[in-house]
């Protein structure tokens, strides 16, 4: 079993930055891809950023500038520091991970339980 906890959310006003953290645990034979999702009320889950175990980096437009993706692989801990907040990234953010368990023959996408991130005056 394997279980994906993030944390790090909380409530920042406009401009204002925020680092989540998500860290793996269980009986994790390997991590391949890490990445951040958000989802917004009454919208559908959406992409933000992605790295892969070797530190490649992708970006959605929205955040590019704003938001860095980092992953500490010996920690199996991902990063999202997120500057210069705005009301419209105010959402529940989910990480997720492509992993490999001891017992299992395939890597299959777990995911964390989110953490409201609230951006306000």
């Known amino acids: 079993q394997v279980q994906l906890v993030e944390s790090g959310g909380g409530l920042v006003q406009p401009g204002g930055s925020l680092r989540l953290s998500c860290a793996a645990s269980?009986?994790?034979?390997?991590?391949?891809?890490m990445g951040w999702y958000r989802q917004a009320p009454g919208k559908q889950r959406e992409l933000v950023a992605t790295?892969?175990?070797?530190?490649?980096?992708n970006y959605a437009d929205f955040v590019k500038g704003r938001f860095t993706i980092s992953r500490d692989n010996a920690k199996n801990t991902v990063y999202l520091q997120m500057n210069s907040l705005k009301p419209e990234d105010t959402a529940v953010y989910y990480c997720?991970?492509?992993?490999?368990?001891?017992?299992?023959?395939?890597?299959?996408?777990?995911w964390g339980q989110g953490t409201q991130v609230t951006v306000s005056s």
């Open positions: 997720k991970g492509r992993m490999k368990t001891m017992q299992g023959i395939k890597f299959n996408d777990y």
């Open positions: 790295i892969t175990s070797g530190g490649r980096t």
């Open positions: 269980g009986s994790i034979f390997s991590i391949n891809d």
